[in-house]
């Protein structure tokens, strides 16, 4: 493939380095010159050049970008759960990136993106081709940022993540635990995909660009089994004891009733390591013990 028999090695930009782009970033670093960008740029995963700016800063991306980068991932999550937080995260860094490259002509750039940006409420299958009219302004702050992306001028590709979950990301399998969620039957339908496999599409995907083989400008990226709340909870408190829910427990979804099709992805090639929640769950119940 172009990505290890090219004698130049590609350059990677990883905009934002935290926990998902620092593992994509890691993944990349053997076989292309991988950048990764954040406040602190000494944070970055070993075998990857630190680059310490701040995106919501035009001033602090002059002069310090790789020359000439390849591919552009830009991967910022918020720094407050706000409508400020995710305009200045979503749009605001995005648009400073874009004048800080200048005439700087990418294969691809790699925006990452939430399923949050489908507003459905229906239990409605939502794929590439659904429309995506979110009723939050977080939401809709991170739809402006995907059409800021697909109207750059460079190729760019949205990935649209569900709930990321995994080892270090335990917030659910620990708030069932504590018994904090006691979803009604039948709950909303949910929609995940484990932190390695998220870090493995956007993987594939850059693998793809760097040996010039066709992308999509969208993708959904979520595990092959859409479930109920309930379902997920019920199960989870069938592999490990849990305490028994408590009074204010929470009893509904956060983010409506849709099901996340990932047709698109797999008809790449992208093959899942966890195809679905149990194949994810059971692993990190067996890492409790």
């Given at each position: 493939?172009?990505?290890?028999?090219?004698?130049?090695r590609?350059?990677?930009?990883?905009a934002?380095?935290?926990?998902?782009?620092?593992?994509?970033?890691?993944?990349?670093?053997?076989?292309a010159?991988?950048?990764g960008?954040?406040?602190?740029?000494?944070?970055?995963?070993?075998?990857?050049?630190?680059?310490?700016?701040?995106?919501?800063?035009?001033?602090t991306?002059?002069?310090?970008?790789?020359?000439?980068?390849?591919?552009?991932?830009?991967?910022?999550?918020?720094?407050?759960?706000?409508?400020?937080?995710?305009?200045?995260?979503?749009?605001t860094?995005?648009s400073?990136?874009?004048?800080?490259?200048?005439?700087?002509?990418?294969?691809?750039?790699?925006?990452?993106?939430?399923t949050?940006?489908?507003?459905?409420?229906?239990?409605?299958?939502?794929?590439?081709?659904?429309?995506?009219?979110?009723?939050?302004?977080?939401?809709?702050?991170?739809?402006?940022?995907e059409?800021?992306?697909?109207?750059?001028?460079?190729?760019?590709?949205?990935?649209?993540?569900?709930?990321?979950?995994?080892?270090?990301?335990?917030?659910?399998?620990?708030?069932?635990?504590?018994?904090?969620?006691?979803p009604?039957?039948?709950?909303?339908?949910?929609?995940?995909?484990?932190?390695?496999?998220?870090?493995?599409?956007?993987?594939?995907?850059?693998?793809?660009?760097?040996?010039?083989?066709?992308?999509?400008?969208?993708?959904?990226?979520?595990?092959?089994?859409?479930?109920r709340?309930?379902?997920?909870?019920?199960?989870?408190?069938?592999?490990?004891?849990?305490?028994?829910?408590?009074?204010?427990?929470?009893?509904?979804?956060?983010?409506?009733?849709?099901?996340?099709?990932?047709?698109?992805?797999?008809?790449?090639?992208?093959e899942?390591?966890?195809?679905?929640?149990?194949?994810?769950?059971?692993?990190?119940?067996?890492?409790?013990?």
């Amino acid at each position: 493939m172009a990505i290890t028999e090219s004698n130049q090695r590609p350059r990677v930009l990883l905009a934002g380095c935290g926990k998902l782009g620092g593992e994509i970033a890691r993944r990349l670093a053997g076989r292309a010159d991988v950048f990764g960008l954040r406040r602190h740029g000494s944070q970055v995963p070993e075998g990857v050049t630190g680059v310490s700016a701040d995106l919501t800063d035009l001033a602090t991306l002059r002069g310090v970008l790789p020359p000439e980068p390849d591919i552009v991932i830009y991967c910022l999550t918020p720094s407050s759960y706000d409508e400020t937080g995710y305009r200045a995260a979503y749009v605001t860094g995005l648009s400073n990136l874009l004048t800080a490259l200048g005439d700087a002509r990418l294969k691809r750039l790699f925006f990452i993106s939430s399923t949050s940006v489908y507003g459905q409420d229906d239990d409605s299958w939502v794929d590439e081709d659904s429309p995506a009219e979110p009723g939050r302004r977080s939401g809709q702050c991170i739809r402006e940022g995907e059409e800021t992306a697909l109207n750059s001028g460079h190729p760019a590709t949205i990935v649209r993540f569900s709930g990321i979950y995994g080892p270090s990301r335990r917030r659910f399998l620990d708030e069932v635990l504590k018994g904090g969620i006691n979803p009604e039957s039948p709950a909303p339908f949910t929609n995940r995909i484990h932190e390695t496999d998220a870090a493995r599409v956007v993987e594939h995907l850059v693998e793809r660009t760097l040996s010039d083989e066709p992308l999509a400008p969208l993708y959904v990226a979520s595990d092959s089994e859409p479930a109920r709340l309930d379902t997920v909870v019920n199960w989870i408190r069938e592999q490990v004891p849990c305490q028994n829910p408590k009074p204010d427990a929470r009893t509904g979804g956060r983010a409506g009733s849709k099901r996340c099709s990932n047709r698109g992805l797999l008809q790449t090639g992208f093959e899942f390591r966890y195809p679905d929640f149990r194949a994810g769950y059971r692993e990190m119940i067996e890492m409790l013990n």
